[in-house]
């Protein structure tokens, strides 16, 4: 929660930049999964969320409560992609960069965690690697989509720059990470990115993971994909 003092309020000022520079009832779900019906106390729960919810709509979180959660869990909300990993499978997808209080019970029951130690516990298991290549394409759509900011559909290149190294980082080889993250750097047509852009990101790093296999004249890639091939023909002729 907001605090009176001006070094609380800074703090928070920052974090609330940390990352950016869903359908039918709880009930309803709780009838369709096995998986929500196992019991939890539902008010530690929520007395949890209401120490983490925006103070004009305690219905919501946004990236100051997400924040303050991070601190109680002792992970570092600019650094630690497993925050992203837990609001991913805790079904934050109403809006970009908050969680809903509905989906915040469902996400708890799902996982079944009803304090802080619970939700200590189970950090080791937000790690990438546990993720089949299915469901972190799944997530990896899902950190593009959290981060939006407001009524935009793209999302600038140096958040996107940032993104990459929080979500591929030991996901690819490290010099393709590299070097895509040098081009969007030096992009001046690409400066916002859209999600199939994004997405082909990912795809393309697993189709292609030697650039010989790149065939242009039969490529369907985004224009954007092209041009990194461009790029990194350029660098090869420079060495």
Same mark, same amino acid.
């Given at each position: 929660m907001p605090t009176s003092n001006t070094s $609380?309020? =800074?703090t928070?000022?920052?974090k609330r930049n940390m990352w950016n520079s869903s $359908? $039918? =009832?709880?009930r309803a779900r709780n009838r369709g999964s096995n998986s929500y019906r196992s019991s939890i106390d539902e008010e530690a729960a929520e *007395? +949890?969320?209401a120490s983490i919810a925006d103070e004009d709509d305690p219905t919501t979180a946004g990236l100051e409560g997400i924040s303050d959660l991070c601190d109680s869990? $002792?992970?570092d909300p600019l650094e630690d992609i497993r925050v992203l990993v837990l609001l991913w499978k805790m079904g934050s997808k109403e809006k970009p960069a908050q969680i809903t209080k509905e989906e915040w019970m469902a996400g708890c029951k799902?996982? !079944?965690?009803d304090s802080i130690e619970k939700f200590k516990a189970l950090l080791p298991s937000l790690d990438t690697g546990f993720l089949d290549r299915a469901e972190f394409r799944d997530f990896y759509k899902f950190c593009f989509r959290f981060n939006l900011h407001g009524t935009h559909r793209t999302l600038d290149k140096e958040m996107v720059v940032n993104l990459i !190294?929080? *979500?591929l980082k030991d996901r690819i080889a490290a010099d393709r990470l590299e070097t895509l993250c040098a081009f969007i750097e030096t992009q001046q047509t690409y400066t916002r990115i859209t999600l199939d852009q994004w997405t082909s990101i990912l795809d393309f790093c697993y189709e292609c993971e030697d650039l010989s296999t790149y065939d242009e004249s039969n490529s369907a890639w985004p224009v954007l +994909?092209?041009?990194y091939v461009e790029y990194m023909e350029e660098q090869q002729k420079k060495k």
């Open positions: $609380g309020q =800074s928070r000022k920052r $359908g $039918g =009832s709880a *007395t +949890i969320f869990l $002792g992970i799902k996982l !079944q965690v !190294q929080m *979500t +994909i092209d041009e």
